[in-house]
């Protein structure tokens, strides 16, 4: 079965400054991770001008989904059914 997204409290809460900046347009998904990103490098961060901030999304997401192929084959992740890394994708990212 396909995971779950759980957006954090905090994202959720149009009070709190990350909140005001969240939006599912500014997230990228891969089999077991969402990448959240905030205002600073707009709706496409791999075009935003300052290479120093600028990120290609399915980069990122590609190389936390190897760490997590490494860290499930060693025994560090534990993704059983019934487990909450089993039902939800983790968060990648901050605004």
Known sequence: AQKQV???????DVNDVNGKQF????????TNFILIW?????LNPSTFPDPNLAFVPKTV???????????????LVYDAAGTNIAKYKC????V
Do not use: C, H, N, W
């Open 6 to 12: 759980y957006i954090p409290a905090y994202l959720r």
């Open 23 to 30: 939006t599912m347009s500014k997230t990228a998904q891969s």
């Open 38 to 42: 905030g205002d600073s490098v707009g």
């Open 61 to 75: 997401l590609d190389t936390l989904e190897a760490v997590y192929s490494m860290f499930k084959k060693s025994g």
């Open 91 to 94: 968060v990648g990212g901050d």
